[in-house]
């Protein structure tokens, strides 16, 4: 989902995203229970991680994990995701379309929030409206325009006052329209082969009529339709939130446990102490104090299995020396001069897996043998190759910069990242540090526009899955124009395979398309992959059948407890 998640995690993130299957993924280690939940009831009230959620619990304006956690557990929408990324249908009954810009979808019958109010066509087109309209304020507006990784719907733009002292020219879409109770249907701008993945979202999720009568009100007490529901008077803020099973849910996700009561924690290592002490069942996220000891400490508890988050670093288009054939050189070059594997070992702990290509793992379409991925090898003479025929063509001088924040934890690997580069190549190359994330946004963004900046080379950069599609992150980040595509880069041989891939009528066919379109990225390389982030977390014996799910979250309906 689009949930961001700590800025200091991602570079090019600008939505969000906020957060697996267990594809295998060479040197990924899973020392977890990430066995599927075998079933059963049980009556105990599992603890769980979580954090204070950033603003009311509206679904169209929460961007962050620890409010998008709760949503997912309190509503359902159209469809969800299972814990190897497989979109089902949830209260949609069929998705259809001719064309993939006109689509019908209809909903399962007795779908009811749990006011007792049913959930109709209506109670989605209604929220969804609700969303996109700028008067509103919500921050998943763009959800519902972006191409990159939205739906694009047909009279957003209506929507969208021109200025604050405004009002819109309308407050629906037209674009959305009700059928039935039961059905209503989408006209999007553009086609998407993977709109029935795209709309597993929170941002998508229906509200009942009483959330249009005061919605800040109706965020501090949300009514949803999901397999938990808040507790009466539940919401303690900056301590917990208490949810209990929504006894009327029909979905597959009905919860085998007594409730979940979700503890807001300020210290993912006071987490992961209250874990060890027995004071806590799961635990979504390993401190980076603990990720060396955490698997010894767990044990068959522990979990580190790969996530949906790429990483790796950006080289602007237009930098000296890294533009036309000699600049392909030198990419290639900087590419085989880094030794993922032992990076990942020595800095990471083995939680993060080197990069086979620009999406992840736990994303349908993920191949670890696209033609030209041979570039991510650690081959120092291959580079020192490359580097020197570039160089015949206009030598180098001066250092290789990497921009980071030093408030994000990333001094470590980019270190280690311009020191195999230093030794492969035999240049001068360096991090350059940013005291706080914001600063090193601001002048990716200025950058961007052709402004001067202090940035002196390449800047890290990544991607977090917001659903688990591949055009998520390859048009976000390197669709020409995209909001994410912080290297300006553009290809329309690239841009023709998104929007070939896009218009597929089937995800197969289209992941073929994106399969190739990643055959460009490997001989342009505008960005440098490095690693995959895994999912680190843990879980007491107090708990069973505990299963993350593709985005690292866990599956907490599933998790039993005596």
Not at 137 to 164: C, E
Request: hydrophobic content about 35%.
């Amino acid at each position: 989902m689009k949930i961001r998640r700590s800025a200091g995690l991602l570079a090019t993130i600008t939505a969000g995203a906020l957060l697996l299957a267990a594809c295998s993924s060479g040197g990924s280690s899973s020392s977890s229970s990430t066995t599927a939940a075998s079933g059963g009831t049980s009556t105990g009230i599992v603890t769980a991680w979580g954090s204070e959620p950033e603003n009311p619990l509206i679904p169209t304006n929460t961007n962050e994990t620890g409010g998008g956690t709760i949503l997912t557990q309190i509503f359902a929408g159209l469809v969800y995701y299972d814990a190897k990324g497989k979109t089902h249908n949830e209260v949609a009954d069929s998705i259809t379309s001719s064309d993939n810009t006109n689509w019908t979808i209809k909903l399962k019958s007795g779908w009811k929030f749990t006011n007792g109010e049913p959930v109709t066509a209506k109670s989605f087109v209604d929220a969804w409206n609700y969303g996109a309209v700028s008067t509103n304020a919500q921050l998943n507006s763009g959800w519902f325009q972006d191409p990159s990784y939205g739906i694009p719907i047909v009279g957003y733009d209506d929507t969208q006052a021109a200025d604050a002292s405004s009002q819109p020219k309308a407050t629906t879409m037209s674009g959305l329209k009700v059928v039935d109770d039961t059905t209503f249907t989408v006209q999007l701008t553009t086609p998407l082969s993977d709109f029935p993945v795209r709309i597993g979202y929170s941002a998508f999720f229906p509200l009942p009529s009483v959330a249009f009568k005061d919605m800040k009100a109706f965020g501090e007490n949300p009514i949803g339709n999901g397999p938990y529901k808040v507790a009466d008077n539940g919401w303690t803020h900056n301590v917990d939130i208490k949810l209990v099973p929504n006894a009327d849910f029909t979905g597959d996700r009905k919860a085998r446990n007594g409730g979940l009561d979700i503890k807001f924690y300020t210290s993912q290592d006071t987490a992961y102490n209250d874990l060890l002490a027995g004071q806590l069942d799961v635990l979504q996220t390993v401190p980076s104090s603990a990720l060396g000891t955490f698997q010894n400490d767990l044990g068959s508890n522990a979990v580190n299995i790969p996530g949906a988050v790429w990483q790796g670093f950006t080289i602007p288009q237009n930098l000296a020396h890294f533009t036309g054939a000699e600049g392909q050189l030198r990419r290639a070059a900087l590419s085989h001069a880094i030794d993922r594997d032992t990076i990942t070992k020595t800095i990471f702990h083995g939680t993060r897996t080197p990069a086979t290509d620009f999406t992840s793992p736990v994303i349908p379409g993920w191949s670890d043998k696209i033609d030209g991925s041979d570039v991510l090898k650690y081959d120092p003479a291959a580079a020192k190759k490359l580097w020197a025929q570039a160089d015949a063509m206009s030598p180098w001088s001066g250092s290789f910069t990497i921009a980071y924040n030093a408030d994000g934890g990333h001094q470590a690997w980019v270190d280690a990242v311009t020191n195999s580069i230093k030794n492969a190549l035999g240049i001068d190359a360096a991090g350059q540090p940013y005291p706080v994330f914001k600063d090193l946004r601001t002048d990716i963004n200025a950058s961007k526009k052709g402004k001067k900046t202090g940035l002196t080379g390449a800047f890290r950069s990544g991607w977090q899955g917001d659903y688990p599609g591949a055009l998520d992150f390859l048009g976000a980040m390197w669709a020409t124009g995209a909001g994410s595509n912080d290297g300006s880069y553009s290809n329309p041989q690239f841009d023709a395979l998104l929007s070939k891939g896009a218009q597929e009528k089937s995800l197969d066919d289209a992941n073929k398309d994106f399969a190739q379109a990643q055959t460009i990225l490997f001989k342009d390389l505008p960005s440098i992959p490095l690693w995959y982030s895994n999912s680190t977390g843990g879980f007491a014996k107090t708990v069973k059948n505990v299963e993350f799910g593709w985005d690292g979250v866990p599956l907490y309906y599933a998790v039993t407890k005596s």
